[in-house]
């Protein structure tokens, strides 16, 4: 598998954000409590490789007066992952989605579908490995038409300025990802992690072998640390949660006691460290769900 191939659409599932579960430890631990992982891979009784799976994580208060729950989202899975989510959103009421939209137009919708700005090109590379791999775009899946979705995102123009602000642009994150492979390329300039995978996911008896070595690419990659770092985050990342933070202030002021802000997996460290630094939550439970599913392989004929 050509790294730097690999490298560039792990890199363009994260900066749309708009898939970017990838690296689900990047952000500082919650100060108070565990570090949680968002994503993982799941395995049989004999160690071979079953799923990829996201986290629903529920807070609370001590009181338990209301609960919040982080969906872990990924923006390319099965059509029953989606269908699964779809039913579970109905329990809530309010669900917080990220989509960045253009002006202040908060419908998925029209050109909103297509990113914002520079991003279109993003969601023509997770199209493209969405047919790949066989797998939903989410924009697809979800019914974003639900009477309980409240958008908690930014709009084009917000996340412009705040990137503007940050002196960030694509072409920043492109070279920032580019010396991350240079340094990860240093560690291993053979490509044998790499190589590993695929053997482990050619010879572990199941399907679907390019799709289980990304998985586990997605699940341990290293990125979000090298791309989004700094003393202040990134407006992608810290920035985008900040004005969902407010959304989910003003949906408690409204008397909303089941909340879920569903948003892409590597938004969630952060989330979870403001959810028990903030608000003074604590973690009550984790619930994994299949986004990925690894089929059998093929009986030699």
Not at 1 to 4: D, E, H
Not at 92 to 101: N, T
Not at 256 to 262: P, Q, T
């Given at each position: 598998?050509?790294?730097?191939l690999q490298t560039t659409i792990v890199c363009a599932v994260m900066v749309a954000a708009v898939q970017a579960f990838a690296a689900a430890t990047g952000?500082?631990?919650?100060?108070?409590?565990?570090?949680?992982?968002?994503?993982?891979?799941?395995?049989?009784?004999?160690?071979?490789?079953?799923?990829?799976?996201?986290?629903?994580?529920?807070?609370?208060?001590?009181?338990?007066?209301?609960?919040?729950?982080?969906?872990?989202?990924?923006?390319?899975?099965?059509?029953?992952?989606?269908?699964?989510?779809?039913?579970?959103?109905?329990?809530?009421?309010?669900?917080?989605?990220?989509?960045?939209?253009?002006?202040?137009?908060?419908?998925?919708?029209?050109?909103?579908?297509?990113?914002?700005?520079?991003?279109?090109?993003?969601?023509?590379?997770?199209?493209?490995?969405?047919?790949?791999?066989?797998?939903?775009?989410?924009?697809?899946?979800?019914?974003?038409?639900?009477?309980?979705?409240?958008?908690?995102?930014?709009?084009?123009?917000?996340?412009?300025?705040?990137?503007?602000?940050?002196?960030?642009?694509?072409?920043?994150?492109?070279?920032?990802?580019?010396?991350?492979?240079?340094?990860?390329?240093?560690?291993?300039?053979?490509?044998?992690?790499?190589?590993?995978?695929?053997?482990?996911?050619?010879?572990?008896?199941?399907?679907?072998?390019?799709?289980?070595?990304?998985?586990?690419?997605?699940?341990?990659?290293?990125?979000?640390?090298?791309?989004?770092?700094?003393?202040?985050?990134?407006a992608l990342i810290e920035a985008r949660n900040e004005h969902a933070f407010g959304v989910l202030k003003e949906q408690l002021e409204?008397?909303?006691?089941?909340?879920?802000?569903?948003?892409?997996?590597?938004?969630?460290?952060?989330?979870?460290?403001?959810?028990?630094?903030?608000?003074?939550?604590?973690?009550?439970?984790?619930?994994?769900?299949?986004?990925?599913?690894?089929?059998?392989?093929?009986?030699?004929?």
């Open positions: 598998m050509n790294r730097f952000a500082p631990p919650p100060a108070s409590a565990a570090p949680t992982s968002f994503a993982r891979i799941a395995n049989d009784a004999h160690g071979r490789p079953t799923a990829l799976q996201l986290a629903i994580v529920s807070y609370a208060p001590e009181d338990e007066a209301y609960t919040v729950d982080l969906i872990s989202a990924i923006h390319v899975g099965d059509a029953a992952y989606y269908q699964d989510l779809n039913e579970r959103f109905r329990a809530y009421d309010v669900l917080l989605y990220e989509m960045i939209v253009p002006g202040d137009d908060s419908q998925p919708g029209g050109s909103a579908d297509k990113g914002a700005g520079g991003l279109g090109l993003i969601t023509l590379m997770q199209n493209g490995l969405k047919d790949l791999l066989g797998l939903t775009y989410q924009l697809d899946g979800i019914d974003y038409d639900a009477a309980n979705f409240v958008h908690a995102d930014m709009t084009s123009a917000m996340l412009a300025e705040s990137m503007e602000a940050r002196d960030e642009s694509l072409y920043v994150y492109f070279w920032r990802a580019f010396f991350a492979a240079v340094d990860d390329y240093g560690r291993d300039p053979l490509g044998l992690e790499d190589w590993q995978r695929l053997s482990v996911a050619i010879t572990s008896g199941r399907g679907n072998a390019l799709k289980i070595a990304l998985a586990h690419d997605l699940v341990t990659t290293s990125f979000s640390a090298d791309v989004f770092g700094g003393e202040n985050g990134s409204a008397g909303n006691r089941r909340i879920g802000i569903f948003y892409g997996a590597a938004h969630m460290p952060d989330f979870e460290r403001r959810l028990v630094n903030d608000l003074g939550l604590e973690k009550t439970a984790i619930e994994w769900i299949d986004a990925w599913r690894f089929s059998p392989a093929k009986p030699a004929l």
